[in-house]
């Protein structure tokens, strides 16, 4: 009677819980039983493993083999366990030495040849392994992935027999180094090719600074998409924690994680026919949907009023909480979500209110019908409404370009870091506390705000997103305090507060 124990690592949402292999081989008929919640591709792991075994020159056990999968509450799904069930059976059976069998973790899917094949989040069960102090073997597709982590002991392999051989001492793996820490984010789409739309451009790195979410209006033409995408251009580097938080929602996504984009601010863009388990994620093994995939980046959502309405009020608790709770019948999954949205609409149906040429037919009603598809609490959860009207064509080709994107993210990153050094996180982010303590304003300037949330008949929320606005106004001019002009320009980036005018 032999028993062996490797480990390996599961998934749940972007961790990767510790997984105890167990294997034990006794006397009996021949046989193989996987226990402990395995899903259909871990108890299909059993042919695979057999034959991997044979085909690379060992022998399989003739006897009963039990394999359990601890702990037995955990589900546990796809071919990342392979490799470990067949280095414990190994092990169990006397065929493999491995000494220090305890000290590593193994993750990967094996082919019938022995191969090694990629699994899908590489990098959790990385941050995982190297949080527990042991080493970690995967497959070599996998490596340039979790070589992302610092200092971590990591082995990549192809076959099989290289993990064995590792293990008896023979032929030691590589461990794996490389990381791309100077890799620099890579941006083609410069705010300079944004000829006037001062108001616009001023708007986006108000909201750049900040991590403000903003609401562009306006006629067909105008630049909003252009506008959404140069603001990757002009938002601060991603930090070490940011960055490794996106890098691992993209890794066990279905779309997986490019090594290449590390450090890259996500920026995705659905098409307003998405459903709401693709915004949110969802499925009968969850995965991240859009909100999740654009962690520390930016969710762009053209033709807002186009998406379903009960699209847009699933966006309504990740905005303020960050994160996304997705549960099902048989298991639960919290995906990370604290993205920026910024979102673009026509001001009516047919797009062109308040066109002096006349093109609008558009009634009052038929205006307000269009608008009431974004409800009044989401658009509350949005800090900024602006304007992008139309240009004379005159403006267009006498305008002198504008100003470059490394200008613009200097100021950026400067008025950031005042907020990290301030509070230690962006003003979009501030509690209601923190703004009694970050965001005092003078007597006047209370009484002010006061008037403006009177007049427009706004929310304790849209009150404290415009001080929180007001701040990061001020601290792109490098002010200590919030002054009149700052509360000023903040509340006038209220555009859809404002009572409705149009054609009777």
């Given at each position: 009677?032999?028993?062996a124990?490797?480990?390996?690592?599961?998934?749940?949402?972007?961790?990767?819980?510790?997984?105890?292999v167990?294997?034990?081989?006794?006397?009996?008929?021949?046989?193989?039983?996987?226990?402990?919640?395995?899903?259909?591709?871990?108890?299909?792991?059993?042919?695979?493993?057999?034959?991997?075994?044979?085909?690379?020159?060992?022998?399989?056990?003739?006897?009963?083999?039990?394999?359990?999968?601890?702990?037995?509450?955990?589900?546990?799904?796809?071919?990342r366990?392979?490799?470990?069930?067949?280095?414990?059976?190994?092990?169990?059976?006397?065929?493999?030495?491995?000494?220090?069998?305890?000290?590593?973790?193994?993750?990967?899917?094996?082919?019938?040849?022995g191969?090694?094949?990629?699994?899908?989040?590489?990098?959790?069960?990385?941050?995982?392994?190297?949080?527990?102090?042991r080493?970690?073997?995967?497959p070599?597709?996998?490596?340039?992935?979790?070589?992302?982590?610092?200092?971590?002991?990591?082995?990549?392999?192809?076959h099989?027999?290289?993990?064995?051989a590792?293990?008896?001492?023979?032929?030691?793996?590589?461990?794996?180094?490389?990381?791309?820490?100077?890799?620099?984010?890579?941006?083609?789409?410069?705010?300079?090719e944004?000829?006037?739309?001062?108001?616009?451009?001023?708007?986006?790195?108000?909201?750049?600074?900040?991590?403000?979410?903003l609401?562009?209006?306006?006629?067909?033409?105008?630049?909003?998409?252009?506008?959404?995408?140069?603001l990757?251009?002009?938002?601060?580097?991603?930090?070490?924690?940011?960055?490794?938080?996106?890098?691992?929602?993209?890794?066990?996504?279905?779309?997986?994680?490019?090594?290449?984009?590390?450090?890259?601010?996500?920026?995705?863009?659905?098409?307003?026919?998405?459903?709401?388990?693709?915004?949110?994620?969802?499925?009968?093994?969850?995965?991240?949907?859009?909100?999740?995939?654009?962690?520390?980046?930016?969710?762009?959502?053209?033709?807002l009023?186009?998406?379903?309405?009960?699209?847009?009020e699933?966006?309504?608790?990740?905005?303020e909480?960050?994160?996304?709770?997705?549960?099902?019948?048989?298991?639960?999954?919290?995906?990370?979500?604290?993205?920026?949205?910024?979102?673009?609409?026509?001001?009516?149906?047919?797009?062109?209110?308040?066109?002096?040429?006349?093109?609008?037919?558009?009634?009052?009603?038929?205006?307000?019908?269009?608008?009431a598809?974004?409800?009044?609490p989401?658009?509350?959860?949005?800090?900024?409404?602006?304007?992008?009207?139309?240009l004379?064509?005159?403006?267009?080709?006498?305008?002198?370009?504008?100003?470059?994107?490394?200008?613009?993210?200097?100021?950026?990153?400067?008025?950031?870091?005042?907020?990290?050094?301030?509070?230690?996180?962006?003003?979009?982010?501030?509690?209601?506390?923190?703004?009694?303590?970050?965001?005092?304003?003078?007597?006047?300037?209370?009484?002010?705000?006061?008037?403006?949330?009177e007049?427009?008949?706004?929310?304790?929320?849209?009150?404290?997103?415009?001080?929180?606005?007001?701040?990061?106004?001020?601290?792109?001019?490098?002010?200590?305090?919030?002054?009149?002009?700052?509360?000023?320009?903040?509340?006038?980036?209220?555009?859809?507060?404002?009572?409705?005018?149009?054609?009777?």
């Amino acid at each position: 009677m032999s028993l062996a124990i490797v480990y390996s690592r599961a998934a749940a949402g972007i961790t990767a819980p510790l997984v105890s292999v167990e294997i034990h081989i006794s006397n009996g008929l021949p046989a193989l039983s996987i226990v402990g919640l395995a899903e259909t591709e871990v108890r299909e792991s059993k042919e695979r493993v057999r034959s991997a075994i044979i085909n690379s020159n060992f022998d399989f056990p003739a006897r009963r083999i039990t394999i359990n999968l601890a702990p037995a509450d955990l589900p546990k799904q796809g071919g990342r366990f392979d490799l470990a069930i067949a280095l414990g059976i190994l092990h169990a059976s006397g065929q493999l030495e491995a000494p220090e069998l305890a000290d590593y973790e193994f993750s990967g899917e094996l082919a019938l040849t022995g191969q090694l094949r990629s699994i899908r989040g590489a990098l959790p069960i990385a941050i995982a392994a190297h949080q527990a102090r042991r080493q970690l073997i995967l497959p070599a597709e996998n490596a340039a992935e979790a070589s992302l982590i610092q200092d971590a002991r990591q082995y990549s392999a192809q076959h099989l027999l290289e993990v064995c051989a590792h293990l008896n001492g023979t032929a030691r793996l590589p461990a794996r180094h490389g990381r791309p820490d100077n890799c620099q984010p890579l941006h083609t789409d410069d705010l300079a090719e944004v000829r006037a739309q001062h108001h616009a451009r001023r708007a986006l790195e108000i909201a750049a600074a900040g991590g403000h979410n903003l609401i562009m209006i306006g006629p067909p033409g105008t630049g909003k998409t252009m506008l959404a995408k140069r603001l990757p251009g002009i938002l601060p580097d991603m930090s070490e924690d940011e960055a490794l938080e996106s890098a691992a929602v993209l890794s066990v996504s279905s779309q997986g994680f490019d090594p290449d984009l590390w450090r890259q601010r996500p920026f995705r863009s659905p098409h307003h026919t998405a459903s709401a388990v693709a915004l949110v994620g969802g499925g009968s093994q969850p995965r991240p949907g859009e909100i999740s995939l654009a962690h520390h980046g930016i969710l762009f959502l053209d033709e807002l009023p186009e998406f379903e309405r009960r699209v847009l009020e699933v966006l309504r608790e990740p905005l303020e909480s960050g994160y996304i709770s997705i549960s099902r019948a048989a298991r639960q999954a919290e995906f990370p979500a604290r993205f920026q949205l910024i979102a673009a609409m026509n001001p009516c149906p047919c797009g062109y209110l308040g066109d002096p040429a006349g093109r609008c037919h558009c009634s009052v009603e038929q205006v307000m019908r269009y608008r009431a598809r974004i409800s009044g609490p989401l658009l509350d959860r949005i800090d900024m409404h602006i304007e992008v009207p139309r240009l004379k064509h005159e403006h267009l080709h006498n305008s002198e370009p504008g100003e470059n994107s490394a200008s613009v993210r200097a100021r950026v990153q400067a008025a950031r870091q005042r907020q990290l050094q301030r509070c230690g996180k962006t003003n979009h982010t501030l509690s209601n506390k923190e703004i009694d303590t970050c965001c005092r304003l003078r007597p006047d300037d209370a009484l002010l705000l006061e008037s403006a949330i009177e007049k427009l008949g706004l929310s304790a929320r849209a009150w404290h997103r415009i001080i929180k606005l007001a701040r990061t106004i001020a601290d792109l001019a490098g002010s200590e305090d919030i002054a009149t002009p700052h509360l000023q320009e903040a509340i006038g980036y209220r555009r859809l507060d404002r009572p409705l005018r149009g054609r009777g």
